[in-house]
């Protein structure tokens, strides 16, 4: 006997609808909420039916109303979801896109994300060479981690001046940057999509690393790549080039559409990449 399909619940469709409504209009009443008449007339549904959803909803935190306006929006519940699901999730997409770039750059790449004033390493793609620095699982603070340049680039100057001031290590401000330094860094990482910081406490490393953006255009993580002090500036801003559009194509992936990237226009010199997609075909064909 074949499997019969599943049956769809009518109730939770609704239910589902009227989540899709508030995910996608609420910004469009500058985030106050919406409120049941405008929802019930968006889904052509009857307002007593969509009031008692709502209600449902709430009870199960999935939505929120405020006690104020009496309009609706996303609950806690579903944000609790989100977080808890999102990082894995960056994972499982970016795994791809980090073991091409290491292939195509022979750098050692990472995934970073920002995590309070701290920087946690979730993922590592080797290089060809025998040493590798092991940082998975490994948070740093932000003020030490090349990454945090372009996982801080949304914020403003006096919030990036406040963290440096708050946790620079003593004495070590020559070694990660002072606050000078560091809106430069970020700045840079705006108006080219890459930022490049030399570490000098990290035994000659120099960190090139680009923002990668969600489906609401926020900074989801940074594509990092950790790279030989002895590269001249030619090959940094070759490779910060290479990491940016990694960093365009992984945030795409996750849902950010094209027409909302944020930075410069796409890396048109695709040299990284080439020999890496010819690769690919050939070991295809040879299967």
Same mark, same amino acid.
């Given at each position: 006997?074949?499997?019969? !399909?599943?049956?769809?619940?009518?109730?939770?469709?609704?239910?589902?609808?009227?989540?899709?409504?508030?995910?996608?209009?609420?910004?469009?009443?500058?985030?106050?909420? +919406?409120?049941?008449?405008?929802?019930?007339?968006?889904?052509?549904?009857?307002?007593?039916?969509?009031?008692?959803?709502?209600?449902?909803?709430?009870?199960?935190?999935?939505?929120?109303?405020?006690?104020?306006?009496?309009?609706?929006?996303?609950?806690?519940?579903?944000?609790?979801?989100?977080?808890?699901?999102?990082?894995?999730?960056?994972?499982?997409? %970016?795994?791809?896109?980090?073991?091409?770039?290491?292939?195509?750059?022979?750098?050692?790449?990472?995934?970073?994300?920002?995590?309070?004033?701290?920087?946690?390493?979730?993922?590592?793609?080797?290089?060809?060479?025998?040493?590798?620095?092991?940082?998975?699982?490994?948070?740093?603070?932000?003020?030490?981690?090349?990454?945090?340049?372009?996982?801080?680039?949304?914020?403003?100057?006096?919030?990036?001046?406040?963290?440096?001031?708050?946790?620079?290590?003593?004495?070590? %401000?020559?070694?990660?940057?002072?606050?000078?330094?560091?809106?430069?860094?970020?700045?840079?990482?705006?108006?080219?999509?890459?930022?490049?910081?030399? +570490? %000098? +406490?990290?035994?000659?490393?120099?960190?090139?690393?680009?923002?990668?953006?969600?489906?609401?255009?926020?900074?989801?993580?940074?594509?990092?790549?950790?790279?030989?002090?002895?590269?001249?500036?030619?090959?940094?801003?070759?490779?910060?080039?290479?990491?940016?559009?990694?960093?365009?194509?992984?945030?795409?992936?996750?849902?950010? !559409?094209?027409?909302?990237?944020?930075?410069?226009?796409?890396?048109?010199?695709?040299?990284?990449?080439?020999?890496?997609?010819?690769?690919?075909?050939?070991?295809?064909?040879?299967?």
């Amino acid at each position: 006997m074949g499997d019969n !399909p599943p049956v769809s619940s009518v109730g939770l469709r609704r239910d589902l609808e009227i989540l899709e409504v508030l995910a996608g209009h609420e910004s469009d009443h500058g985030n106050e909420g +919406l409120g049941v008449t405008w929802i019930a007339q968006r889904l052509g549904r009857e307002k007593s039916q969509v009031s008692r959803a709502l209600r449902s909803l709430e009870s199960e935190g999935m939505v929120e109303r405020d006690p104020v306006t009496r309009r609706y929006r996303l609950g806690w519940r579903l944000f609790a979801l989100a977080a808890r699901t999102q990082q894995a999730r960056l994972v499982q997409v %970016a795994e791809p896109f980090l073991r091409r770039l290491a292939t195509a750059t022979d750098e050692d790449t990472h995934l970073c994300i920002l995590r309070g004033e701290t920087v946690l390493t979730l993922l590592s793609k080797p290089s060809s060479r025998a040493y590798h620095r092991i940082w998975e699982g490994i948070a740093i603070p932000a003020v030490m981690a090349a990454a945090a340049r372009s996982l801080l680039v949304d914020a403003d100057e006096e919030e990036i001046r406040a963290m440096v001031r708050r946790s620079m290590p003593s004495g070590l %401000a020559s070694a990660v940057g002072d606050e000078k330094q560091w809106l430069a860094d970020v700045a840079h990482a705006r108006e080219f999509g890459y930022a490049i910081a030399d +570490l %000098a +406490l990290d035994d000659g490393i120099v960190g090139v690393s680009a923002p990668v953006r969600d489906f609401r255009t926020l900074v989801a993580g940074a594509i990092c790549v950790s790279v030989s002090r002895i590269a001249d500036k030619e090959r940094l801003d070759e490779l910060g080039a290479a990491v940016a559009e990694t960093a365009r194509q992984l945030s795409i992936a996750l849902g950010l !559409p094209p027409n909302k990237v944020v930075g410069p226009p796409p890396y048109i010199n695709s040299a990284f990449f080439r020999d890496v997609e010819l690769g690919e075909e050939r070991k295809e064909r040879k299967r």
